[in-house]
């Protein structure tokens, strides 16, 4: 499931006892013990040595990012070939500082995965590691998993290969630089392909019916002594930036099922119901939806910048339900696909943020050397499908939390003000219903309501302390 980035205007002090209380309830650390810190201190002077590396220095690799990162998993190059391009993709190579049981494995597996709050986030790993001896950051020499990926012209993959490499990144480039520098044609090669490539992605991905959400970040602005919510619209080169993380994904997937090992990152398709409940907010945003049309058209059909359209994606994430991590099963003669991707699909590259990733990797790249992965490597695979499933709850209920702490900030002051809104669902004795501007979803009592009825709501009270909005229809 896409998260959702929340910014929030922190000098409220009912906002910062918000996300204190947060943190409290969800039991989010809010330091790393100093056992562990000490240890990946010590490793990070002294990396292990797990094999022979290629020597890719000379690749002239960029990250790209968002605005004060630093926990960089991924860098990018790409050149052209006949008949195709050549994507590399260098990955932080966690396995070369963390030892399987060691302190610092034992705390990521109690974390799971980074967890991000608009204070301040929990990071997987200490510091020292994620934003420094492990990032791929252009300050040096750095041990990477490489991948090597070549595509035809039509952006579908031909072969790959995923390699232990010591690489050196140039430059760390925001997304606005990026997407700068490529509107204004100063580009290097790499990122006029980056464009090419990512919309060529992006077209095979919507003729297999695969839907990548461009969930918009949502910002807390103060205006005229009180609160309204916006949208900032991502960039396109961020959807592009997206595209070669989901390759590297899918071809890890398909090198795990062939191999008959590993870990894929799994989610069921749309159900009838979530889908009636999505055509029900389209109406109520005005956004046309066709009999004929179907889901993944709709999405990539969204004009970016309108605020309907990122009302929209943001409920449409309720249609990514039971989303988790599934073992490759030798026996099977098929595996659970990513419904949203319509694709088998691993995650392998984030893997300073996500602790399934350094396992996957570590599969993969023995699948690729043809040999089998180590036995310690399969053991640590079996108990991962439910840390992570752990992990992403807390991450989850952490960013819905968010969501409505910045809600009750929008919504603080206007009690007994009357609200457009449109039923979306139903659910015994409970309505769904959302609410046009601010978009905000809540729930009435469902004995004088049916499903698509477009009514008013009134706002009855505001609970920043319960993180709570209450309505009843006006």
């Known amino acids: 499931m896409p998260a959702r980035k929340v910014r929030v205007p922190q000098s409220d002090p009912e906002l910062v006892a918000g996300l204190a209380r947060i943190r409290t309830e969800l039991e989010i650390p809010e330091r790393v013990p100093a056992d562990v810190v000490a240890a990946a201190s010590a490793a990070a002077t002294r990396p292990r040595e797990l094999g022979a590396r290629i020597d890719l220095r000379d690749v002239p690799f960029v990250t790209i990012d968002p605005v004060g990162s630093?926990?960089?998993?991924?860098?990018?190059?790409?050149?052209?070939?006949?008949?195709?391009?050549?994507?590399r993709y260098a990955i932080a190579d966690v396995a070369a500082f963390v030892v399987a049981d060691d302190a610092v494995d034992v705390e990521a597996h109690r974390r799971g995965m980074t967890v991000?709050?608009?204070?301040?986030?929990?990071?997987?790993?200490?510091?020292?590691?994620?934003?420094?001896?492990?990032?791929?950051?252009?300050?040096?020499?750095r041990p990477a998993l490489c991948?090597?990926?070549?595509?035809?012209?039509?952006g579908a993959p031909t072969g790959w290969r995923l390699e232990r490499a010591t690489v050196r990144s140039r430059r760390k480039m925001t997304y606005v630089e990026a997407q700068a520098e490529i509107d204004d044609a100063s580009a290097a090669e790499p990122l006029v392909l980056l464009r090419e490539i990512g919309l060529l992605r992006q077209a095979q991905e919507r003729a297999r019916g695969g839907v990548s959400l461009p969930l918009p970040s949502q910002e807390v602005k103060a205006h005229g002594g009180s609160y309204e919510l916006a949208y900032d619209v991502p960039l396109a080169v961020e959807g592009w930036n997206a595209q070669i993380s989901l390759l590297a994904g899918i071809c890890a997937a398909h090198t795990m099922i062939d191999g008959g090992v590993g870990i894929l990152r799994t989610l069921p398709p749309p159900d009838d119901r979530s889908l009636d409940r999505l055509r029900r907010v389209?109406?109520?945003?005005?956004?046309?939806?066709?009999?004929?049309?179907?889901y993944a058209d709709v999405v990539h059909d969204l004009v970016p910048g309108d605020p309907e359209a990122e009302a929209f994606v943001e409920q449409a994430v309720e249609t990514l339900r039971g989303a988790g991590y599934t073992l490759v099963d030798p026996a099977a003669t098929t595996q659970p696909e990513h419904g949203a991707l319509a694709t088998p699909y691993a995650h392998v590259t984030a893997p300073l943020r996500r602790l399934a990733d350094r396992f996957a990797n570590e599969v993969v790249v023995a699948l690729c050397a043809e040999r089998a992965p180590a036995p310690e490597v399969r053991a640590a695979l079996d108990p991962l499908p439910d840390v992570m499933r752990d992990a992403g709850r807390r991450a989850a209920a952490a960013e819905r939390a968010v969501v409505d702490l910045a809600e009750t900030l929008v919504l603080r002051g206007r009690v007994g003000e009357v609200f457009p809104a449109t039923v979306v669902d139903l659910d015994g004795d409970r309505a769904t219903v959302l609410v046009r501007h601010p978009a905000v979803e809540t729930n009435i009592d469902a004995s004088t309501?049916?499903?698509?009825?477009?009514?008013?709501?009134?706002l009855r009270e505001v609970d920043p302390a319960q993180r709570r909005v209450t309505f009843e229809r006006a």
């Open 70 to 87: 630093l926990d960089l998993d991924q860098a990018y190059a790409a050149e052209r070939r006949r008949g195709g391009t050549r994507v």
């Open 116 to 141: 991000y709050l608009p204070d301040g986030r929990a990071p997987l790993y200490p510091e020292v590691l994620g934003e420094g001896a492990a990032s791929l950051l252009p300050d040096g020499d």
């Open 147 to 154: 991948w090597t990926i070549d595509l035809d012209d039509t």
């Open 282 to 294: 389209a109406h109520a945003l005005g956004i046309e939806w066709p009999a004929s049309k179907r």
């Open 449 to 458: 309501v049916q499903l698509a009825d477009e009514i008013e709501v009134r």
